[in-house]
């Protein structure tokens, strides 16, 4: 769906809109979305602006960061966001961003499109570090076997062979004692 600034202009425009699975590009291949994106936003012009004021809901497939299974999250967003047209900035001009400046975004043409919006909607709702639970044990370093699922039989007292230097190092200090 394109936003229009001519036709936003006119009229403020109600979305109802659902996007299938892999029918947005979220150009990231950390996770899959697997449920339909249900948006319900209103787009209108504000003092030559884009304003687009809504919500999503979505159910992403991610991978765990200790022991890589899958795990579905819950993306739930509510936004407030304004688009300026990239012609209201002079090249040369040269300016100072206040804090409100920070939440304004550009937009390029006649206006925008929504999937694009909404794509990045979806990508900063993401959490930074998925874990399956709190109590995961993730993979072993040794072997890789997953820890939840299964004990490894890896020497469970083995030293690191690159921290030997250091334990000459003590036991040295010791006899010196």
Excluded at 62 to 75: K, S, W
Aim: with cysteine; aromatic share 8%; net charge negative.
């Amino acid at each position: 769906m394109f936003l229009d600034v001519n036709e936003l202009a006119v009229r403020k425009t109600r979305i109802r809109k659902s996007y299938a699975p892999g029918t947005l590009d979220f150009h990231s291949g950390e996770f899959r979305q697997v449920e339909p994106l249900e948006v319900r936003a209103t787009a209108e012009l504000v003092e030559g602006q884009i304003r687009i004021c809504g919500n999503l809901h979505t159910r992403v497939e991610l991978v765990c960061a200790r022991c890589l299974d899958t795990v579905i999250e819950e993306i739930s967003r509510d936004f407030d966001l304004f688009y300026r047209p990239m012609t209201s900035m002079s090249p040369e001009e040269e300016f100072q961003l206040n804090l409100d400046d920070t939440e304004m975004a550009f937009f390029e043409g006649d206006g925008l499109f929504l999937a694009d919006v909404l794509a990045e909607q979806v990508n900063l709702a993401l959490p930074m570090k998925v874990i399956c639970s709190s109590d995961c044990r993730g993979l072993c370093p040794h072997c890789g076997a997953n820890l939840n699922n299964e004990e490894c039989r890896c020497e469970k007292n083995g030293s690191d062979s690159r921290l030997a230097p250091l334990a000459r190092l003590k036991q040295d200090w010791f006899k010196k004692q």
